[in-house]
């Protein structure tokens, strides 16, 4: 039998050495508790809503603690094998491929586990002695438990005010873990992100930031989601492309925001409002 490895990093230490800092900029002490427990061999969960920067946060505090980070996107269908590993033929040989997990746990690296509760439950029990003091991953297939390399770190994050009730972390699991709250930052700091990441001049982002706390502020059922950061600096990107900035909010930030007629007409009149423009019907 042979065993190999068989997901890259999403970056690797040597690279990490020469890259440039992923641009993130923190709103509270999020990056000292991060590295405090990260030092002590404590698991992280980050908490808040979609598209408010906890994936490039990650990112950020594997760049400054040096670490190469693997990233696994959680779906309803990701299985036990997908994380662990599995057995594969190869030609007239039977060969093991370690999951994203696995290939973490050896190498030292941190594991980011992304929207984690999309996940299974029966998946994510095989976090617990790796989130735990036992800093363990059982392989059953294999017949071992690998010790956690020196450097390893488990994270997960989730959206509370998303999932319904039957898509949340066991209790079991979240006694295991450091919590982080996220939430959207100050409209000084929004402002800032959507400058430097969008392109565009500080007086668009001040009014895309508008637009987007006056589309925070609604309540109605008809939105999937809040305007989140990361549809503001796509509408950014957008008018820095040339188009229109009532085009650029419709299409990045009302149309995935929602499918009701009523409430999208709604999201234009608000474009109006704050923009100055009126969105294309």
């Known amino acids: 039998m042979t065993i190999e490895s068989g997901f890259a990093h999403t970056n690797g230490a040597a690279a990490q050495a020469t890259a440039s800092r992923p641009y993130y900029t923190p709103v509270g002490n999020e990056e000292t508790v991060f590295k405090a427990a990260y030092r002590q061999g404590l698991s992280i ?38 994380l662990v590993g599995r057995y594969l033929l190869r030609g007239d040989e039977t060969v093991w491929v370690d999951g994203p997990l696995t290939r973490a746990v050896r190498d030292g690296a941190i594991c980011y586990l992304d929207e984690v509760v999309e996940a299974r439950q029966d998946t994510t029990v095989v976090l617990h002695p790796l989130a735990d003091y036992r800093r363990q991953l059982p392989i059953e297939r294999l017949g071992v ?46 402002e800032a992100i959507i400058a430097h990441e969008a392109g565009v001049d500080a007086g668009t982002a001040a009014e895309l930031v508008r637009f987007g706390q006056a589309i925070r502020r609604l309540e109605t059922g008809g939105l999937r989601e809040v305007a989140s950061t990361r549809v503001l600096i796509a509408a950014g990107r957008l008018i820095a492309e040339g188009l229109p900035v009532a085009v650029a909010a419709e299409v990045a930030v009302a149309g995935p925001l929602t499918d009701d007629v009523a409430v999208g007409r709604g999201l234009r009149e608000l474009i109006e409002v704050y923009l100055g423009e009126s969105a294309p019907e």
């Not at 997960?156 to 939430?183: C, H, W």
């Open 45 to 82: 969960v980050l908490k808040g809503p979609t598209g408010c920067g906890k994936t490039r946060f990650v990112e950020a505090m594997a760049h400054d603690l040096g670490r190469p980070l693997i990233t696994v996107a959680c779906h309803d269908d990701l299985t036990t094998a997908d």
């Open 145 to 190: 438990t690998l010790d956690a390399a020196p450097g390893f770190g488990l994270v997960m994050s989730y959206n509370p005010g998303y999932q319904s009730v039957l898509k949340d972390l066991k209790d079991s699991t979240r006694q295991r873990m450091v919590a982080i709250e996220f939430g959207f930052p100050a409209p000084e700091v929004e």
